[in-house]
């Protein structure tokens, strides 16, 4: 697999984001050694950096990914996340204080059953808490070894710039892809000036661009997306025809529309490593083998040209963009 940069950190440049096989999308049907089976071909096809949260879960997904890589730990970019907890109210509040960060970082490392955390991640911005704060204590546990890299998931431009002048931000996660390309097209400027490489949460529209979701009434119950804006009503008709689009060109490549989404992803530049989630095997090989994929400048410009999604991204947009 090709290499992405970001910041000072090389990884292979398809991810793999963990979330799926825990929360939000699973509702009931959770397979823990299907999950590990994905983690480990995942390995074996050159995928490097795998993505967690300790709020999946909360905390499951990171002892999952713990598991799996059990005996298997060298090479592999661990990147996860803090500053969302459940709130008191049943919701979440966010927490960068310098107080959290060390809790977090201790309770994340004991999950994951390692020494250290290739990519530590602020989950969102916390408005009650300077990032100059949080930053200067993610920069205490660089220097501790704790922490390899850090990086801001949802920052918006003037978050990331004073970040970086406490210490250098390696990575910004946020949501990109065919039908989210606003906001990451917007910071490009900014991650580029400043060295900071886009890892893209969501590359496939939550699972939209793969073509296999027509309706929302075919997802389980507990599955977040059959209250998402972009996944119900008039919105949903619009953005079916985004896939339709997809499929054309993935016609005329013989490859899925999975693949072209995320070859489109890719050739936005050598600085973006997208994070495509799965919890199979078979869904993870289609992934990857976008990596071989190559869109004409035709179809990558026709593809350019579609519309963003109608719709908002959440259904709560308040802590996005701080």
């Known amino acids: 697999m090709k290499n992405a940069t970001l910041g000072t950190l090389s990884v292979g440049r398809l991810g793999l984001g963990c979330m799926g096989m825990s929360a939000f999308y699973s509702g009931a049907n959770t397979d823990e050694a299907e999950s590990i089976r994905t983690i480990h071909r995942a390995l074996d096809l050159g995928v490097t950096m795998l993505d967690t949260a300790e709020m999946y879960g909360p905390h499951t997904n990171e002892e999952l990914v713990g598991r799996a890589l059990a005996g298997r730990r060298d090479g592999v970019v661990i990147a996860t996340k803090f500053g969302v907890l459940p709130g008191t109210d049943g919701g979440r509040r966010l927490d960068g204080s310098p ?130 804006p972009r996944f119900v009503g008039e919105n949903l008709d619009a953005n079916l025809r985004i896939v339709d689009a997809v499929e054309e060109v993935a016609a005329e490549l013989d490859a899925t529309p999975a693949q072209v989404a995320l070859a489109w992803v890719l050739a936005q530049g050598d600085d973006i490593a997208p994070i495509p989630g799965t919890k199979r095997v078979s869904r993870l090989e289609e992934n990857v083998a976008a990596d071989a994929l190559v869109l004409s400048e035709e179809q990558l410009a026709a593809l350019g040209a579609l519309p963003s999604a109608a719709g908002d991204r959440y259904a709560d947009m308040s802590s996005i963009g701080r």
Do not use: C
């Open 99 to 228: 107080e959290n960060v060390r809790r977090s970082v201790e309770g994340s490392l004991r999950r994951l059953g390692t020494d250290r955390i290739d990519l530590y991640y602020q989950h969102r911005m916390d408005p009650q808490t300077p990032i100059e704060d949080t930053v200067g204590a993610l920069a205490e546990l660089v220097a501790e070894g704790k922490i390899l890299h850090y990086g801001l998931s949802e920052a918006g431009e003037e978050t990331l710039r004073r970040a970086h002048a406490v210490h250098p931000v390696t990575a910004l996660e946020t949501e990109y892809s065919l039908w989210t390309r606003d906001p990451a097209e917007q910071l490009l400027p900014v991650l580029r000036e400043l060295g900071i490489g886009l890892v893209p949460y969501s590359p496939l529209g939550r699972g939209f661009l793969t073509g296999a979701i027509r309706s929302a009434d075919t997802l389980d119950a507990g599955d977040f997306r059959r209250s998402n």
